[in-house]
Protein backbone atom coordinates (compact mmCIF):
# COMPACT_ATOMS: atom_id res chain seq x y z
CA UNK A 1 0.00 0.00 0.00
CA UNK A 2 1.05 3.24 -0.63
CA UNK A 3 2.78 5.08 2.21
CA UNK A 4 1.71 8.45 1.68
CA UNK A 5 -1.56 11.18 2.34
CA UNK A 6 -2.32 13.69 0.11
CA UNK A 7 -5.11 15.72 -0.82
CA UNK A 8 -7.72 14.58 -3.00
CA UNK A 9 -8.10 17.67 -4.96
CA UNK A 10 -7.00 21.55 -5.58
CA UNK A 11 -7.26 23.88 -7.56
CA UNK A 12 -4.47 27.02 -8.66
CA UNK A 13 -5.19 29.88 -10.50
CA UNK A 14 -3.06 29.82 -13.53
CA UNK A 15 0.01 32.04 -13.25
CA UNK A 16 -0.14 31.30 -9.63
CA UNK A 17 2.48 29.04 -7.93
CA UNK A 18 0.46 25.51 -7.06
CA UNK A 19 1.49 24.02 -3.70
CA UNK A 20 0.75 20.36 -3.52
CA UNK A 21 1.59 18.28 0.01
CA UNK A 22 1.87 15.12 0.86
CA UNK A 23 2.44 13.37 4.46
CA UNK A 24 4.78 10.66 4.64
CA UNK A 25 5.19 10.05 8.55
CA UNK A 26 6.36 6.57 8.69
CA UNK A 27 9.51 7.17 6.03
CA UNK A 28 12.44 5.59 6.64
CA UNK A 29 16.25 6.90 6.71
CA UNK A 30 16.81 5.22 2.63
CA UNK A 31 13.68 5.90 1.18
CA UNK A 32 13.57 8.93 -1.42
CA UNK A 33 10.12 11.57 -1.99
CA UNK A 34 9.22 10.92 -5.69
CA UNK A 35 6.84 13.32 -7.32
CA UNK A 36 5.23 12.16 -10.43
CA UNK A 37 2.24 13.20 -12.45
CA UNK A 38 -0.45 11.88 -14.79
CA UNK A 39 -1.88 13.77 -17.70
CA UNK A 40 -5.69 12.08 -18.55
CA UNK A 41 -4.61 8.67 -19.22
CA UNK A 42 -1.02 9.48 -20.54
CA UNK A 43 1.82 7.58 -18.60
CA UNK A 44 2.78 8.87 -15.25
CA UNK A 45 5.29 11.77 -15.90
CA UNK A 46 8.69 11.97 -13.61
CA UNK A 47 8.55 15.84 -11.97
CA UNK A 48 11.45 15.78 -9.18
CA UNK A 49 12.58 13.36 -6.58
CA UNK A 50 14.55 13.84 -3.10
CA UNK A 51 16.28 12.72 -0.16
CA UNK A 52 16.95 14.98 2.77
CA UNK A 53 17.52 18.21 1.03
CA UNK A 54 15.38 20.24 -1.41
CA UNK A 55 15.15 20.44 -4.67
CA UNK A 56 14.63 22.13 -7.61
CA UNK A 57 14.69 22.00 -11.48
CA UNK A 58 13.26 23.14 -14.53
CA UNK A 59 9.63 22.12 -13.68
CA UNK A 60 8.99 21.78 -10.04
CA UNK A 61 10.73 22.31 -6.23
CA UNK A 62 10.53 19.91 -3.82
CA UNK A 63 10.27 21.03 -0.21
CA UNK A 64 11.12 18.38 2.16
CA UNK A 65 10.43 18.98 6.50
CA UNK A 66 13.27 18.56 8.83
CA UNK A 67 12.26 15.45 9.96
CA UNK A 68 10.84 13.64 6.42
CA UNK A 69 7.40 13.34 7.34
CA UNK A 70 6.29 15.71 4.51
CA UNK A 71 6.62 17.52 2.05
CA UNK A 72 5.36 20.12 -0.55
CA UNK A 73 5.92 20.19 -4.53
CA UNK A 74 5.76 23.51 -6.14
CA UNK A 75 4.87 24.48 -8.82
CA UNK A 76 5.81 28.07 -8.84
CA UNK A 77 4.01 29.42 -12.38
CA UNK A 78 1.10 26.88 -12.83
CA UNK A 79 -0.42 26.64 -16.78
CA UNK A 80 -3.25 24.91 -17.75
CA UNK A 81 -1.20 22.45 -19.10
CA UNK A 82 -0.19 21.44 -15.82
CA UNK A 83 -3.95 20.00 -14.71
CA UNK A 84 -3.13 16.64 -13.62
CA UNK A 85 -3.16 14.14 -11.39
CA UNK A 86 -0.35 14.67 -8.90
CA UNK A 87 1.08 11.58 -6.81
CA UNK A 88 3.61 11.57 -3.90
CA UNK A 89 5.30 8.01 -3.73
CA UNK A 90 7.60 6.67 -1.25
CA UNK A 91 10.35 4.36 -2.70
CA UNK A 92 13.60 2.58 -1.61
CA UNK A 93 15.15 4.65 -5.11
CA UNK A 94 17.80 3.49 -6.95
CA UNK A 95 18.43 -0.44 -8.19
CA UNK A 96 14.91 -0.90 -9.78
CA UNK A 97 12.51 -0.48 -6.91
CA UNK A 98 8.64 -0.72 -7.74
CA UNK A 99 6.98 2.31 -7.52
CA UNK A 100 3.54 2.64 -5.41
CA UNK A 101 1.27 4.55 -6.55
CA UNK A 102 -1.60 6.02 -4.24
CA UNK A 103 -4.85 7.89 -5.05
CA UNK A 104 -2.66 11.03 -6.12
CA UNK A 105 -3.76 14.82 -6.29
CA UNK A 106 -6.11 16.27 -8.63
CA UNK A 107 -4.61 19.54 -9.49
CA UNK A 108 -7.09 22.08 -11.35
CA UNK A 109 -5.12 24.71 -12.64
CA UNK A 110 -7.97 27.71 -14.13
CA UNK A 111 -7.75 30.58 -15.68
CA UNK B 1 15.09 13.30 -25.95
CA UNK B 2 14.99 10.12 -25.69
CA UNK B 3 11.81 8.00 -24.82
CA UNK B 4 9.59 4.58 -23.94
CA UNK B 5 7.48 3.64 -26.60
CA UNK B 6 4.79 1.25 -26.86
CA UNK B 7 2.91 -0.63 -29.58
CA UNK B 8 0.16 -0.91 -29.91
CA UNK B 9 -1.82 2.22 -28.66
CA UNK B 10 -5.04 0.19 -28.63
CA UNK B 11 -5.37 -3.44 -28.41
CA UNK B 12 -8.64 -5.06 -28.71
CA UNK B 13 -9.00 -8.65 -28.14
CA UNK B 14 -11.57 -11.58 -27.82
CA UNK B 15 -11.37 -13.42 -23.76
CA UNK B 16 -9.24 -16.37 -23.76
CA UNK B 17 -7.07 -14.88 -26.73
CA UNK B 18 -3.26 -14.42 -26.34
CA UNK B 19 -2.17 -10.77 -26.45
CA UNK B 20 1.81 -9.12 -26.60
CA UNK B 21 2.28 -5.87 -25.63
CA UNK B 22 5.57 -4.49 -27.08
CA UNK B 23 8.19 -1.33 -25.43
CA UNK B 24 10.86 -0.31 -27.01
CA UNK B 25 12.89 1.29 -23.65
CA UNK B 26 15.08 4.30 -23.63
CA UNK B 27 18.61 2.51 -24.86
CA UNK B 28 20.57 2.73 -22.20
CA UNK B 29 18.04 2.10 -19.40
CA UNK B 30 19.32 -1.30 -17.68
CA UNK B 31 15.60 -1.84 -15.41
CA UNK B 32 12.20 -2.22 -17.13
CA UNK B 33 8.59 -2.40 -16.19
CA UNK B 34 5.41 -3.40 -16.28
CA UNK B 35 2.44 -1.81 -14.68
CA UNK B 36 -0.94 -1.86 -14.86
CA UNK B 37 -4.04 0.90 -14.29
CA UNK B 38 -7.80 -0.53 -14.81
CA UNK B 39 -10.18 2.69 -15.95
CA UNK B 40 -10.54 4.94 -12.66
CA UNK B 41 -8.56 2.85 -10.57
CA UNK B 42 -4.72 3.26 -9.01
CA UNK B 43 -1.41 2.59 -11.32
CA UNK B 44 -0.24 -0.91 -10.17
CA UNK B 45 2.72 -2.68 -10.48
CA UNK B 46 3.43 -5.65 -12.37
CA UNK B 47 6.69 -6.52 -12.68
CA UNK B 48 10.52 -5.71 -13.05
CA UNK B 49 13.06 -7.10 -14.88
CA UNK B 50 16.69 -6.90 -14.87
CA UNK B 51 19.59 -8.83 -16.39
CA UNK B 52 16.93 -11.33 -18.31
CA UNK B 53 15.50 -12.03 -15.55
CA UNK B 54 12.25 -10.99 -13.17
CA UNK B 55 14.11 -9.25 -9.72
CA UNK B 56 10.16 -8.58 -8.49
CA UNK B 57 6.29 -9.02 -9.36
CA UNK B 58 3.36 -8.84 -7.61
CA UNK B 59 0.24 -10.50 -6.79
CA UNK B 60 -1.49 -9.84 -10.17
CA UNK B 61 1.25 -11.28 -12.33
CA UNK B 62 0.64 -14.97 -11.97
CA UNK B 63 1.52 -17.62 -14.42
CA UNK B 64 -0.66 -15.98 -17.12
CA UNK B 65 1.57 -13.23 -17.69
CA UNK B 66 5.07 -13.49 -18.51
CA UNK B 67 7.86 -10.41 -19.65
CA UNK B 68 10.55 -11.32 -22.62
CA UNK B 69 13.11 -9.13 -23.75
CA UNK B 70 13.77 -11.02 -27.28
CA UNK B 71 16.56 -8.84 -28.45
CA UNK B 72 18.14 -5.80 -27.61
CA UNK B 73 15.65 -3.11 -27.95
CA UNK B 74 12.32 -4.54 -27.23
CA UNK B 75 10.71 -5.41 -23.85
CA UNK B 76 7.40 -7.15 -24.29
CA UNK B 77 4.92 -8.19 -21.85
CA UNK B 78 2.33 -11.55 -22.87
CA UNK B 79 -0.51 -12.40 -21.40
CA UNK B 80 -1.53 -16.15 -22.36
CA UNK B 81 -5.12 -16.20 -22.08
CA UNK B 82 -7.04 -12.98 -21.13
CA UNK B 83 -9.57 -12.35 -18.72
CA UNK B 84 -12.34 -9.51 -19.06
CA UNK B 85 -10.80 -8.16 -16.20
CA UNK B 86 -7.49 -7.63 -17.82
CA UNK B 87 -8.90 -4.62 -19.58
CA UNK B 88 -6.54 -2.27 -18.58
CA UNK B 89 -3.84 0.59 -19.42
CA UNK B 90 -0.76 -0.99 -19.78
CA UNK B 91 2.36 1.38 -18.76
CA UNK B 92 6.37 0.29 -19.67
CA UNK B 93 9.02 2.15 -18.04
CA UNK B 94 12.91 1.79 -17.76
CA UNK B 95 15.60 3.00 -15.57
CA UNK B 96 18.88 3.72 -15.97
CA UNK B 97 20.30 1.49 -12.62
CA UNK B 98 22.18 4.97 -11.78
CA UNK B 99 22.46 4.93 -7.92
CA UNK B 100 21.50 8.65 -7.40
CA UNK B 101 19.24 9.05 -10.43
CA UNK B 102 17.57 5.30 -11.08
CA UNK B 103 14.29 7.60 -12.24
CA UNK B 104 11.57 5.23 -13.83
CA UNK B 105 10.23 6.88 -17.22
CA UNK B 106 6.97 5.60 -18.33
CA UNK B 107 5.76 5.03 -22.21
CA UNK B 108 2.12 5.96 -23.22
CA UNK B 109 0.87 2.94 -22.75
CA UNK B 110 -1.48 0.36 -24.15
CA UNK B 111 -5.01 0.31 -23.85
CA UNK B 112 -6.05 -3.51 -23.68
CA UNK B 113 -9.92 -4.37 -24.28
CA UNK B 114 -10.90 -7.18 -23.29
CA UNK B 115 -14.82 -8.62 -24.78
Known amino acids: DAKTTQPPSMDCAEGRAANLPCNHS???????VYWYRQIHSQGPQYIIH???NNETNEMASLIITEDRKSSTLILPHATLRDTAVYYC????????????FGAGTILRVKS | EPEVTQTPSHQVTQMGQEVILRCVPISNHLYFYWYRQILGQKVEFLVS????????KSEIFDDQFSVERPDGSNFTLKIRSTKLEDSAMYFC?????????????FGPGTRLTVL
Open chain 1, 26 to 32: TISGNEY
Open chain 2, 93 to 105: ASSPLAAITDTQY
Open chain 1, 50 to 52: GLK
Open chain 1, 89 to 100: IVSLGPYGNKLV
Open chain 2, 49 to 56: FYNNEISE
